[in-house]
């Protein structure tokens, strides 16, 4: 069956095999319902998962013999590394997030954050590369990490930044809904082709094309 991003939580992960990479996508937590993927080198077989959201349960035994070389955290939202400790314990993974975000995950884990990133930096997964964003306005420090396969088009991995519908939750701040926006604006959709997939922190994904014609609307409602 083709790949549709459709999971729901207790449910089968779905794979989508890239020409370098392979991403397994699995929801965990019935109220949350937050996606965590995992992303495989198709060389090497190196993995990094993104976002150990619940469910180790659910996590481990996908992430199964080969282990992990690293775990990022998109953001510092408790329901987003749940499983961090658990996972990190046994699998020995490089925690990463973003600097901005990252004592805060530790204040609420308990586990350091190895490696701090921000714009530009790279999160390899074996022979393939993941591009950091910095996204701010959903919290401080929010990431989104790019893979642009060789032989095809961008896949993108919003956390909760950027969603089918709309930018992320600002809670009422009006500044952080403008720094939101603007950074989803500029650094994702000015920098992005229209074929880039993205997946996101919670639900099913979508393409950059198929939501930027509505960006100046989610400006203007301004949530």
């Given at each position: 069956?083709?790949?549709?991003?459709?999971?729901?939580?207790?449910?089968?992960?779905?794979?989508?095999?890239?020409?370098?990479?392979?991403?397994?996508?699995?929801?965990?937590?019935?109220?949350?319902?937050?996606?965590?993927?995992?992303?495989?080198?198709?060389?090497?077989?190196?993995?990094?998962?993104?976002?150990?959201?619940?469910?180790?349960?659910?996590?481990?035994?996908?992430?199964?013999?080969?282990?992990?070389?690293?775990?990022?955290?998109?953001?510092?939202?408790?329901?987003?590394?749940?499983?961090?400790?658990?996972?990190?314990?046994?699998?020995g993974a490089i925690v990463v997030a973003g600097e901005p975000d990252a004592d805060?995950?530790?204040?609420?884990?308990?586990?350091?954050?190895?490696?701090?990133?921000?714009?530009?930096?790279?999160?390899?997964?074996?022979?393939?590369?993941?591009?950091?964003?910095?996204?701010?306005?959903?919290?401080?420090?929010?990431?989104?990490?790019?893979?642009?396969?060789?032989?095809?088009?961008?896949?993108?991995?919003?956390?909760?930044?950027?969603?089918?519908?709309?930018?992320?939750?600002?809670?009422?701040?009006?500044?952080?809904?403008?720094?939101?926006?603007?950074?989803?604006?500029?650094?994702?959709?000015?920098?992005?082709?229209?074929?880039?997939?993205?997946?996101?922190?919670?639900?099913?994904?979508?393409?950059?094309?198929?939501?930027?014609?509505?960006?100046?609307?989610?400006?203007?409602?301004?949530?």
């Amino acid at each position: 069956m083709s790949y549709t991003g459709e999971v729901t939580p207790g449910g089968a992960a779905d794979v989508r095999e890239l020409s370098t990479l392979t991403i397994t996508k699995v929801a965990v937590d019935d109220k949350m319902s937050n996606n965590c993927y995992l992303l495989r080198c198709n060389a090497t077989g190196d993995q990094v998962l993104i976002d150990a959201a619940d469910s180790p349960d659910t996590l481990l035994p996908l992430i199964g013999s080969a282990g992990l070389t690293s775990v990022v955290t998109t953001h510092q939202h408790w329901d987003h590394h749940r499983a961090l400790a658990a996972v990190r314990e046994a699998t020995g993974a490089i925690v990463v997030a973003g600097e901005p975000d990252a004592d805060a995950i530790t204040e609420q884990t308990g586990v350091p954050v190895d490696r701090r990133v921000s714009d530009g930096d790279v999160v390899n997964v074996g022979a393939c590369e993941l591009e950091v964003i910095r996204i701010t306005g959903h919290t401080p420090g929010s990431i989104c990490l790019v893979h642009r396969d060789p032989a095809g088009t961008a896949h993108l991995f919003t956390g909760d930044s950027l969603f089918p519908g709309g930018v992320g939750n600002t809670f009422g701040d009006a500044d952080a809904f403008v720094s939101l926006v603007n950074d989803v604006e500029a650094k994702i959709f000015g920098t992005l082709g229209d074929d880039t997939w993205f997946y996101p922190g919670h639900g099913n994904d979508s393409t950059l094309g198929e939501q930027r014609p509505h960006v100046a609307e989610w400006r203007e409602r301004g949530w």
